[in-house]
């Protein structure tokens, strides 16, 4: 920086410090401006201030502006010397002559200007004289004039300076009053000041407040402090007080004082002698503080230590505390038992350093979502591996919990962890049971759906030719008698294995369903008269109930549906002998493009009984061996029903008594048609959340959600669901139910009970495992659906349909 530079910045450093520019008019200089004016007989005077890129004006007479840029300004050759610079005639004048105030509306022909020099000899600006008329002349005694007006404007500006000064001064000596009054009401901390010369006490407004009384009710220097404290603590305090005047160093008193009201407050004084030039005691100088609130809280925590420390060694489970990066400050002695590693060896060293290598960033990853607003409300179990002192690898589940200040600022971590390693070996085993029996559920799926394949193949001959030689006239009559035992053997056997094939393709989850269009009227005629003969030859009536309703096509898998209502039908006619059948239907619109069917079997037949009903789905069961042997049959037709009816979204119920006939009822929502024919589309452009950690899975499912045309957003785990639930809003959730640390199950727990963004969303079950003890389990988790695995298209679509349609 060269001397010019620093001349300048020197300059404009002094201008801010007098705090001038752009502050209102003021008389001290308006009236130096006025004189000017008169005293040059111009028609403009002007106090002027230069900063960096303009000329300010602090005063001004005949001009209405109040600043103009600093490249156009006299006042810029004005502070470059101390001399005063006159320009007679700024048309002649190379400097100004092309300058705007010169041709423009301000029309200067003349200007005078004294720079405003500091002590300190900074030039700030000028005093400036301009008339619009050029002059012959500019004598020295002028010149000397506006000299001396401009020192007096730098002394205005100077005292101007010290008045602000004494204002601010004033004003931060009532600030730190202030300051200092609230600072001692809020630590309820006073003070005190006792005066050898004039023996007198002061005590601050906190010391009449902490000894319960008031500057107008209490006078310490008539009434002896002493007397507001307790009487077992009166010889102590006089005690504390000489022992400081003798020692001259400071002292410290605690004990109680007691308020004029009764009410005692625990207090502790501290004070020391104030000396003189000499070294002389002049003055007792101290505080006051109530600590009555600290030392009850200082007792409670001492307590709460004392039982958590009871607690910490005495727990089975490793309690640690840790800083937000791993760093312990607290170990329970269990440490030793479970790691190998006394407390003292494990605080100062991160958790991480405890931890299978391969274990370290996933658990830091599960760790890091609770650090993120709102994480200290989960309290997920996370399974990890560690590793002993001894180097033995062990499991471990912790259960961590985030400590926030009143900011949400995060303090430490509170963890538990316990060892389960025998848990995790025992959980292995089961897991490779499962898979185990579930490969040989599905070799006994593939055995049976083979074996009925193969016995088809020559049921069909037999059938066949059975059916050839009922007709053929040469039969005798006892020949046509066994052709017709063996036309019906075989196909109760031929229906036996229709059962068969049917439940394996159930289990194995090879069962699509083939939705298409039907009327519900003409599929029910069509399906009732097929039993026609069956009750004609009973003697049983046979009655279709249809209730009138607007809505009369829907979409549905009609081959399945007929196989259900025939097997209920089958069942009804079977086990009734006197009175009939009948068969309801009703269907109920909804606000949405779907319908609920209800269709009631209802027999007048020999019922079943109360503990009979609970295993009457199961496979191969019937209610009671007696009906096996008087009316033959598998027990497989109502668990194949259920199962369709399942897989459809449905369910079936049942209501019977003994001697009074059955009432079967089944209820699904089925998509409506509109009059063209047309399906209304399942579900439209559905924002879905999927929960799934299986990777073909995924990649399966976000196909079949692109091309319904819906968005979705993919997560491995229920902690990650958990979390874009909360914060984005969807209007479904697809939510595996196995799943590694927080399963399907606890997610679906924890949005149900915890508000976000997707509150109220429908929660669908992922799973394979569907029997009612699971399908239980999955609606009190609070689950509203269930998508059977391996996923369909088909079966997708109809329960993302189900669920974002509302009950009329």
């Not at 301000?106 to 000028?126: D, M, N, Q, S, V």
């Not at 785990?717 to 984005?728: N, T, W």
Request: glycine residues 8%; hydrophobic residues 40%.
């Amino acid at each position: 920086m060269n001397a010019a530079a620093k001349i300048e910045e020197a300059r404009l450093a002094a201008l801010l410090r007098y705090d001038v520019l752009d502050t209102p008019a003021e008389a001290a200089f308006d009236d130096i401006t006025d004189l000017a004016a008169q005293l040059f007989e111009v028609p403009i005077a002007v106090v002027t201030l230069l900063d960096e890129t303009r000329q300010w004006f602090k005063s001004c007479v005949g001009m209405t502006d109040t600043e103009t840029s600093r490249d156009v300004a006299f006042c810029d050759y004005t502070i470059r010397s101390d001399e005063v610079l006159v320009v007679l005639d700024a048309t002649q004048d190379p400097r100004f002559r092309d300058n705007p105030l010169v041709v423009g509306q301000a029309h200067i022909r003349f200007y005078a200007g004294a720079p405003l020099i500091t002590k300190e000899g900074h030039r700030l600006g000028a005093l400036c004289a301009i008339d619009t008329e050029p002059r012959e002349a500019f004598d020295e005694k002028s010149r000397k004039a506006l000299q001396k007006m401009a020192a007096m404007v730098v002394h205005a500006l100077d005292q101007r300076a010290e008045l602000m000064l004494r204002r601010r001064t004033a004003q931060e000596l009532a600030i730190k009053e202030h300051t200092l009054e609230l600072a001692e009401k809020l630590a309820k901390l006073g003070h005190w000041r006792f005066d050898f010369a004039s023996q007198r006490s002061a005590w601050s407004p906190e010391a009449y407040a902490i000894h319960g009384v008031t500057q107008a009710s209490y006078d310490p220097n008539v009434t002896m402090p002493g007397v507001l404290y307790a009487p077992e603590d009166r010889g102590r305090l006089a005690d504390a007080f000489t022992q400081g005047l003798i020692t001259k160093e400071p002292f410290e008193f605690e004990g109680e004082v007691v308020r004029p009201d009764g009410v005692r407050r625990r207090v502790i004084t501290r004070g020391a002698p104030e000396f003189d030039d000499k070294g002389e005691i002049v003055a007792l100088i101290g505080v006051i503080q109530d600590v009555t609130e600290a030392r009850a809280m200082t007792g409670a925590l001492q307590a709460s230590e004392e039982r958590y420390r009871l607690v910490a060694e005495n727990a089975n489970d490793l309690i640690l505390v840790y800083d937000v990066h791993g760093t312990v400050s607290f170990a329970s002695p269990s440490s030793l038992q479970i790691l190998g590693y006394t407390p003292e060896e494990m605080i100062g060293r991160t958790t991480q350093s405890f931890l299978h290598p391969d274990d370290v960033l996933p658990t830091l990853t599960h760790y890091q979502t609770l650090l993120k607003p709102g994480g200290e409300e989960l309290r997920p179990r996370i399974t990890m591996r560690a590793r002993r002192k001894d180097g033995r690898e062990i499991w471990l589940e912790a259960a961590p919990y985030v400590v926030r200040d009143e900011n949400g600022r995060v303090l430490r971590f509170h963890d538990s962890a316990r060892d389960v390693t025998v848990r995790k070996r025992y959980e292995d085993e089961l897991r490779e049971a499962r898979a185990q029996a579930e490969h040989l559920a599905g070799v006994k799926s593939d055995f049976l759906a083979n074996m009925s394949h193969e016995l088809r193949t020559p049921l069909t001959s037999i059938i066949g030719f059975a059916r050839l030689l009922e007709f053929a006239p040469e039969l005798s009559s006892s020949s046509k008698s066994a052709v017709d035992r063996i036309a019906a053997a075989s196909r109760a056997l031929n229906t036996l294995v229709n059962d068969v094939l049917d439940l394996a393709k159930l289990e194995g989850g090879k069962v699509e369903l083939d939705p298409q269009q039907f009327e519900v009227g003409p599929f029910l005629t069509e399906t009732v008269e097929l039993l026609r003969p069956q009750t004609a030859a009973k003697g049983l009536e046979l009655t279709l109930d249809i209730s009138e309703s607007e809505i009369g096509v829907l979409y549905g898998d009609t081959s399945r549906l007929r196989q259900v209502l025939l097997n209920l039908l089958s069942n009804a006619v079977k086990f009734t002998e006197t009175g009939g059948v009948t068969v309801r239907s009703s269907l109920r619109a909804m606000n949405g493009p779907f319908a609920c069917w209800e269709l009631e079997i209802e027999d007048t037949g020999i019922g079943i009984r109360p503990e009979e009903l609970a295993r009457l789905f199961d496979r191969f069961v019937q209610a009671d061996a007696s009906v096996t042997r008087r009316f033959g049959g598998t027990g497989l037709g109502l668990a194949i029903s259920r199962q369709l009816i399942d897989l459809m979204g449905g369910g079936i119920e049942v209501d019977s008594e003994p001697g009074r006939g059955s009432r079967f009822t089944i209820s699904v929502r089925l998509p409506v048609h509109t009059e063209d024919g047309q399906p209304i589309p399942v579900a439209n452009s559905l924002k879905v959340l999927v929960a799934e950690d299986g990777p073909a899975n995924q990649e399966a499912l976000a196909r079949m959600l692109e091309g319904m045309g819906h968005t979705f957003d993919m997560v491995a785990d229920g902690a990650a669901a958990i979390e874009s639930a909360r914060g984005e809003r969807y209007d479904v959730i697809l939510m595996d139910v196995a799943m590694p640390e927080v399963d399907g199950l606890a997610a679906a727990r924890e949005l149900i009970h915890t508000p976000g963004a997707s509150s109220g969303a429908p929660i669908v079950a992922m799973s394979s495992v569907t029997g009612p003890k699971d399908r239980a389990e999955y609606e009190q988790a609070g689950m509203t659906g269930l998508l059977t695995k391996p996923v369909t298209i088909t079966a997708l679509a109809t329960v993302l349909a189900s669920a974002t349609a509302e009950d009329a």
